[in-house]
């Protein structure tokens, strides 16, 4: 027990010393949370100004000549010195000569038939437009339909459309206080199942690959030889994988800590909603998944490792090892769309696939406890039998074997069959 805490506390200290770790695990993270903060202040500060602009536009003084003798009253709401009555067209020339007016409109007598109204403003231009109309509007509307307001307001708004999306998800109450699909309205809480999901495949492949290339390293340069001179390849195995495993738990840690104070802190800034809430228990579960994926990943890869002779093979080594991770990844990403689909659910309780597709349905929210139960349990059941099989790798005459890796050798190594 003595030397497998040698070797994690060497491990441990050693990887989170590096430059790597230090810019994807601590300086990655803040970054982000700065550059979410930065964003947020300047689009803010650009929205107030747009919405100063816009939230009480300049009405400007504009006359009128009803030679139709439609427009008789002008409407209670349509602010005073807006719409000024002139008797004959030289009188509001004069007035817009003057200044006194910005423009004026001439309604002719056959305007019920014609509907045309002649609008005169010196200072028009072909890409000018008139944001002002909406007076001469109103008012025609409302003296036609004189003494009858409510059909004057009926024809002005001839429709208030209200829709209303009938379907079982759309119809959960607070259903754009989680993220996932069905939040049309803000892309922030549609994407993050997708960001969590990539940042957790990225960070889980990234912590196992490392072990896979220090036990490969360590081999070339005949180090392992050294180790195994005073460790048992079960205590080297167990040492490094916890090591590293809890320097890549940092990492995980520091993206989650860190995601979550940036949606807690920041729904001001993300225009979140205001009853929108990361549930403590995702973060335990997400944490958890990442602590039963690596111990699989991590112990089939050193697996791998163990049997690599040179650096060059860790591609290869890699896909095979992971490939079942990949496929989950990606089949992750499609079921987004149906969290609750058979595709969903089966990834999310294959074992292999479980840490990116539970991980991915959690994030969403709705997973039922059973199958919240049956997935933690394979993985974890999986967890114990990949560490034990890649025990069984870790044999002095596998270490130091220089044959190389094929997946047949792999994985009839790992069965204890080599």
Known sequence: MKKTLLILKHELLTTIGRRSFLIFGVLMPVAAMLGLALFGRLTAESAAGSAAETAAPKLEAEGFIDESGLLRVIPEDIPSGILVRYQTLETAKEALQAGKISSYYVIPPDYLTSGLITYVREDFTPFSSNQQD???????????????????????????????????????????????????????????????????????????????????KEKQNRVMEVLLLS???????????????????????????????????????????????????????????????????????????????????????????????????FLAIVAIEAPHGPLAVAISLFPLTAPVGMVMRLTIGGVPAWQLAVSVSLLALTAVLAVWLSARVFRVQELLSGQPFTPKRYFKTLLGGG
């Open 134 to 216: 909406w007076a001469i509007r109103w008012a025609m509307t409302y003296n036609m339909f004189l003494g009858h307001p409510e059909i004057a307001q009926r024809v002005w708004n001839s429709m208030d459309l209200q829709v209303t999306d009938l379907s079982a998800e759309q119809g959960l109450e607070g259903v754009c206080t989680r993220p996932g699909p069905y939040c049309e309205s803000n892309p922030v809480l549609r994407m993050l199942p997708l960001f969590v999901t990539v940042i957790f495949f990225v960070i889980l492949m990234n912590g196992a690959g490392i072990l896979m290339r220090s036990v490969s």
């Open 231 to 329: 460790a048992s390849p079960r205590q080297l195995l167990l040492g490094k994988i916890s090591g590293l495993g809890l320097a890549a738990l940092l990492a995980a840690a520091s993206w989650l800590v860190s995601g979550y104070l940036t949606l807690g802190v920041g729904g001001s800034t993300l225009n979140l909603p205001s009853g929108f809430e990361i549930p403590a228990s995702v973060v335990f579960w997400a944490i958890t998944y990442f602590v039963l994926g690596y111990a699989v990943y991590a112990s089939l890869m050193a697996g791998a490792g163990a049997l690599v002779p040179n650096l060059k093979e860790i591609s290869a080594a890699t896909w095979v090892v992971a490939s079942p991770l990949f496929i989950g990844y």
